[in-house]
Structure formats: structure tokens, C-alpha cells
């Protein structure tokens, strides 16, 4: 794909509007393993652009952990409400994240 960038970059708009057709087939042919493109005017972050994948992915993870914290809670006779379910499922997760980028590659 035309578009690989590391991570911090941003991408222009006026080229991400150029690029667009390539960002697409890049999401298509690597799926969930696709680099998000960073977008925005004067090159200053506003918007992310990733694969539907990799969207449902992280949509679907932190509901997941949310619903584990949940019943392991029930199993031991306490009770979560949703909203600290939620909390704990955030936590957990960018803990993963920061283990997942803290080992070298």
C-alpha cells in the first residue's frame, strides 16, 4: 500500500483524499493486521482511518473483558455494575497495549 507510515505520522487530508483507493485495497488484502492511517488538516491529528477488521476488533474486545469482569464477579458473590465493568475492561486493556508495545520486536 502507497500509504505505510509509522504510527505518529499524519497524513494531509488533501492526501488522504488522493490516497483513499489505496488506503482501501491495503485494508482489504492485510485485514485486521492493516496500519490505521492517521489523518488530518496542516498535518495535525483529527481523525484515524482503519480496517472495519481491526474496528471490530477493538469494539468487540473491551465489551468482551467487560462481560468476563462480570461474571467472575457474580461467581464470587459481588456485584459489578456496567459502568465499572467498563472501567476495569479499559484498564485491562491498555495494559495489554503497553505490554504488547513494551516487548521488543
Do not use: N
Amino acid at each position: 500500500m502507497g500509504v505505510a507510515r509509522r504510527p505518529h505520522d499524519v497524513l494531509a487530508t488533501r492526501e488522504a483524499r488522493a490516497q483513499l483507493p489505496a488506503m482501501l485495497a491495503g485494508f482489504r488484502q492485510a485485514g485486521a493486521g492493516a496500519e490505521p492511517v492517521v489523518i488530518g488538516a496542516h498535518r495535525r491529528p483529527e481523525a484515524v482511518v482503519l480496517s472495519y477488521e481491526r474496528y471490530l476488533q477493538m469494539a468487540g474486545g473491551r465489551e468482551r473483558v467487560a462481560a468476563v469482569l462480570d461474571e467472575q464477579s457474580r461467581e464470587a458473590g459481588e456485584s459489578l455494575d456496567a459502568e465499572a465493568a467498563m472501567q476495569l475492561a479499559d484498564a485491562e486493556l491498555h495494559a495489554m497495549r503497553r505490554e504488547r508495545h513494551a516487548k521488543p520486536r
